[in-house]
């Protein structure tokens, strides 16, 4: 199973979601600032602030998968005694 990484930052009051691998991202986030796509000064640590607009230059980097709910068929029985 491959790694999928998803990267949430802001620029601009702009903020945007984006899908990538493991060698992508450690490719974008370089050694050195000049090499840093984003300009990221740092990583979120914690949603206590989930408004991206106070995140500064700082990135949140969320690994997992997207998962899309399926619905649910209940039946509802009845009983009679």
């Known amino acids: 199973m491959k790694k999928e990484y998803f990267v949430i930052s802001n620029s601009d009051g702009d903020t945007t979601i984006e899908h990538l691998t493991k060698v992508e991202l450690i490719e974008r986030l370089g050694n050195d600032e000049e090499s840093n796509y984003w300009g990221a000064e740092g990583f979120v640590e914690d949603l206590s602030t989930n408004d ?7 990135i949140l980097v969320i690994k997992g998968e997207i998962v899309i709910p399926k619905p649910k068929t209940v039946v509802e029985t009845y009983e009679v005694q």
């Open 52 to 58: 991206t607009n106070y995140w500064g230059n700082s």
